[in-house]
């Protein structure tokens, strides 16, 4: 596993490196011409002369963990392809990222400098500085990381307990099980959602395999609930309430009638996901169909009566929810390196 790090000055990315030196067994490396803000993190580290060469070196024992602070653009582009490298970016208030500049001796600036600075490194304003050094902004860089950590924290200690609880060591961030690909791919079905109350989306899986998608919505042939076909949903009626007035289908029912077109043979193990528990109305469409799990992953207003339900039919209920991983990438190509901007072209397009 590597694990580079971006951020801000003292926004804490020395300190989460010496974390996962000392908490985690990670071995540090970076590019010799830093400076040396932390100089026992760096004597115990591996000096390498450029990100090319540090890159061969870890991807030869990708097994093994290694922690960087020293990462550009051509370096997190080069190594997002890795499926054994995630990105952190850190970030924290700016008054007290310059509180933890003059406590840790830094050269003393008065505020208004140490901000024009930040400025400088963060959006890579031209008109700033007539010689600004043309760059991917570390902005836009940082709209790249797998985690995005705020440290807000005055001790060491509150930072640590923050870094378990994100768990960056769990493999999933790298490679997702089953349960999580399939969330996952529940959340990206409920991007199609038309429905004016909340985006749901469903997926049905046999052997590993999806065999039917469905999201929320008016049903086919019908005016779209975002554009006014739904009058309930439209209305803003309380949740719940005018149900009977509701010409939405939803996310469970489509995927049922997609797979029962006479293609599914539900009489083995079918496993539904869906990213909001089912309502009590598609709980019993669920077990009449013969499905035999169900996974879920946000709560509803229903759920009491659903396990009650599925416990009755002998349909296993369970709560997954995966750790944070990004499915794609908002970004503002403005400053960036052409080369950068050309490996985008499939994002932007």
């Given at each position: 596993?590597?694990?580079?790090i971006?951020?801000?000055?003292?926004?804490?990315?020395?300190?989460v490196s010496?974390?996962?030196?000392?908490?985690?067994?990670?071995?540090?490396?970076?590019?010799?011409?830093?400076?040396?803000?932390?100089?026992?993190?760096?004597?115990?580290?591996?000096?390498?002369?450029?990100?090319?060469d540090?890159?061969?070196?870890?991807?030869?024992?990708?097994?093994?963990?290694?922690?960087?602070?020293?990462?550009?653009?051509?370096?997190?582009?080069?190594?997002?392809?890795?499926?054994?490298?995630?990105?952190?970016?850190?970030?924290?208030?700016?008054?007290?990222?310059?509180?933890?500049?003059?406590?840790?001796?830094?050269t003393?600036?008065?505020?208004?400098?140490f901000?024009?600075?930040?400025?400088?490194?963060?959006?890579?304003?031209?008109?700033?500085?007539?010689?600004?050094?043309?760059?991917?902004?570390?902005?836009?860089?940082?709209?790249?990381?797998?985690?995005?950590?705020?440290?807000?924290?005055?001790?060491?200690?509150?930072?640590y307990?923050?870094l378990?609880?994100?768990?960056?060591?769990?493999?999933?961030?790298?490679?997702p099980?089953w349960?999580t690909?399939?969330?996952?791919?529940?959340?990206?079905?409920?991007?199609?959602?038309?429905?004016?109350?909340?985006?749901?989306?469903?997926?049905?899986?046999?052997?590993?395999?999806?065999?039917?998608?469905?999201?929320?919505?008016?049903?086919?042939?019908?005016t779209?609930?975002?554009?006014?076909?739904?009058q309930?949903c439209?209305?803003?009626?309380?949740?719940?309430?005018?149900?009977?007035?509701?010409?939405?289908?939803?996310?469970?029912?489509?995927a049922?009638?997609?797979?029962?077109?006479?293609?599914?043979?539900?009489?083995t193990?079918?496993?539904?996901?869906?990213?909001?528990?089912?309502?009590?109305g598609?709980?019993?469409?669920?077990?009449?169909?013969?499905?035999?799990?169900?996974?879920?992953?946000?709560?509803?207003?229903?759920?009491?009566?659903?396990?009650?339900v599925?416990a009755?039919?002998?349909?296993?209920?369970?709560?997954h929810s995966?750790?944070?991983?990004?499915?794609?990438?908002?970004?503002?190509?403005?400053?960036?390196d052409?080369?950068?901007?050309g490996?985008?072209?499939?994002?932007?397009?």
């Amino acid at each position: 596993m590597f694990i580079g790090i971006i951020g801000s000055q003292c926004s804490g990315k020395h300190t989460v490196s010496n974390y996962l030196v000392e908490k985690h067994g990670f071995t540090f490396v970076y590019l010799k011409q830093r400076q040396s803000t932390q100089p026992l993190l760096y004597d115990n580290g591996l000096r390498f002369d450029n990100i090319d060469d540090m890159q061969q070196y870890v991807t030869e024992r990708w097994r093994d963990r290694f922690v960087t602070c020293d990462i550009d653009s051509h370096g997190i582009w080069s190594l997002k392809k890795r499926p054994f490298f995630l990105l952190v970016s850190m970030e924290a208030p700016l008054f007290m990222r310059y509180q933890r500049s003059i406590e840790r001796g830094d050269t003393v600036l008065d505020l208004e400098t140490f901000v024009k600075n930040d400025d400088r490194a963060i959006f890579k304003i031209a008109s700033m500085d007539e010689e600004l050094n043309q760059g991917t902004p570390l902005r836009s860089l940082m709209t790249l990381s797998d985690i995005s950590i705020s440290n807000t924290f005055k001790d060491f200690c509150s930072l640590y307990t923050s870094l378990e609880h994100h768990d960056l060591l769990n493999t999933e961030r790298l490679r997702p099980s089953w349960d999580t690909y399939f969330m996952h791919l529940s959340d990206l079905a409920a991007r199609r959602s038309n429905c004016m109350k909340r985006r749901v989306g469903c997926i049905l899986v046999k052997d590993s395999r999806v065999i039917a998608t469905g999201y929320n919505g008016t049903p086919r042939g019908l005016t779209n609930c975002n554009e006014g076909g739904c009058q309930r949903c439209n209305d803003a009626s309380p949740c719940g309430t005018g149900l009977d007035r509701c010409l939405c289908m939803h996310a469970e029912e489509n995927a049922l009638l997609e797979a029962g077109r006479g293609r599914v043979d539900f009489s083995t193990g079918i496993v539904l996901y869906c990213n909001t528990c089912p309502c009590l109305g598609c709980a019993v469409k669920i077990v009449q169909q013969g499905v035999k799990e169900v996974v879920f992953s946000k709560s509803y207003g229903m759920d009491d009566m659903t396990a009650k339900v599925f416990a009755e039919a002998k349909v296993k209920l369970r709560q997954h929810s995966p750790p944070s991983i990004k499915l794609e990438m908002e970004l503002d190509t403005v400053g960036m390196d052409d080369k950068v901007v050309g490996q985008l072209g499939w994002i932007n397009g």
